[in-house]
């Protein structure tokens, strides 16, 4: 089987025996998801079957990540696979800038394309496998084909980073800043809402910067001229009934502006911010933007305009030359800043990454190691006196899934996005469905996950 079969055709659309089939195996993080979402659309459109497995495909996409060297391994790896069980494989993503690489290890995929080339992909599976032309199959949902569950979808609001972080090669893969006009991301929105999603996931490489490449132009969306800009974005959002969380945001001065659109209840008392170290050396040498120095201010000033706001970060430890004292600051920074969920990785060298080429001191596999389990002890306590202090409250959460072998409702809170923070668990109850948002007592915490009761039914 694929590793992450896709879904099979949405209901209102049967097609027939004799439609071509296509899968996908979609690699990497949340935006390269939302860029297999966009290539199915559009091969769903003109009457290609998704196909859930290898067998059933006459082609397979393998849209890959590019990023570390070990998701180059993996998506190497994945074609391998593909070529295996089918035989009949398109490479696209971020590691389809690498064409020599994966031709060398994979000689008989049939294209490679790099990274938000949908033509181009349509283009190689029309050769490979060409469309019906039959308008029964020209029915498409109009918000799109889906990975993810029916009541959640992910809306990128810009491609391409301006910044240039020492360790990662994304703006050389994937260019620099792109901003959609702030009507097409709101149209995309209001679709997705109309569709039955109940939960908006904006994404981007920095959210924060939305709109600065396009001056901030405002655009026409209902009557009315909204600018290309973080706060305005995030009002009209909004705005549209769903609750929304915002990824990939750093602590610029004006995201300040839109916590209290998160204290009004207007978005989800939820950032993302990716903060990856805290000690000021390792920053320069990661060259990462905005000013960290007055984080922990900042911090605390929103959690007085907003005392709900959770902020979910992520942490590089072993980068180049990063001391015993850096990584103390590190630890010291964390139980200060007491963020709600975090994630920790360890430096991985990537090929082609300003870091590789600093001169700076590799840290051993095994202090990489060790830091990692110290950093992630350290959270596990802080990430558990804060759900300990949740304990009675009353919250909303929304379902994701019922586990009928278990008896139980399994959904989240305002506070964790779905794959990457926590879980609510609820015992089951009859009449409740995924996307359900229902009305919960919190009765017990554990390091990561909170069990509560349903109370408004
Ligand atoms: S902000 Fe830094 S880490 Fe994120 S995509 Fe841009 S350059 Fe890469």
Redesign the pocket.
Known sequence: MMKRPAPAAKPGTSPGHTAPRVGIVSLGCPKALVDSERILTSLRAEGYVIAPGYDDAQVVIVNTCGFLDSAKAESLAAIGEAMAENGRVIVTGCMGGEEAAIRAAHPGVLAVTGPHQYEAVVGAVHAALPPLHDPRFDLVPPQGLHLTPRHYAYLKISEG?H???S??I??SIRGDLVSRPAAAVLHEAERLVKAGVKELLVIS??TSAYGSDLKYAASPFRGREVRARFYDLARELGGMGAWVRLH?V?PYPHVDEVIPLMAEGKILPYLDI?FQHAAPGVLKAMR??ANQEKVLDRLAAWRNVCPDLAVRSTFIVGFPGETEADFAYLLDWLKAARLERVGCFKYEPVAGAASEALGLPAVPEAVKQERWERFMAAQQEISAAILAGRVGREIDVIVDAIDHDNGEIIARSQWDAPEIDGNVFLPFRPGISPGDIVRARVTEAEEYDLLADITDL
């Open positions: 980073c910044n240039r972080c360790f990662c994304i703006p490489q920095d990939y750093y990716p990462r933007p």
